[in-house]
């Protein structure tokens, strides 16, 4: 069993920036291919960054494309995502996940992956 804890996320102007952070626990973290997905009100989750287990490769959704950026720390057991020039349409839940599935990459849906973290609220106001 993985527990996922976020932190970061609030309320930021249009322009802004803000770090969201995700730790796992246990001792197989770097096992894991790790997720970020949001989930805007009335709109289904949808893939935001993906990166590999070494923090290797990343993906990123074309939204999203030059201003996110997903990292890791294998040694903290903690993934992150870096967000800037945010804008009203970013607003949304963001989580992170993690894949216990043996995929080469991170899968871009959600039904690839197993644990997930319990979400914060990021609000862009214009």
């Known amino acids: 069993q993985v527990q996922l804890v976020q932190s970061g996320g609030g309320l930021v102007q249009a322009g802004g920036s803000l770090r969201l952070s995700c730790a796992a626990s246990g001792r197989t973290f770097s096992s894991y291919n790790m997720g970020w997905f949001r989930q805007a009100p009335g709109k289904e989750r949808e893939f935001v960054a993906g990166?590999?287990?070494?923090?290797?490769?990343?993906y990123y959704a074309e939204p999203v494309k030059g201003r996110f950026t997903i990292s890791r720390d294998n040694a903290k057991n903690t993934v992150f995502l870096q967000i800037d020039s945010l804008n009203v349409e970013d607003t949304a839940v963001y989580s992170c996940?993690?894949?216990?599935?043996?995929?080469?990459?991170?899968?871009?849906?959600?039904?690839?992956?197993?644990?997930w973290g319990q979400g914060t609220q990021v609000t862009v106001s214009s």
């Open positions: 990166i590999s287990m070494s923090g290797g490769n990343t």
């Open positions: 996940a993690a894949s216990t599935k043996a995929y080469t990459v991170p899968s871009k849906t959600p039904m690839g992956y197993t644990y």
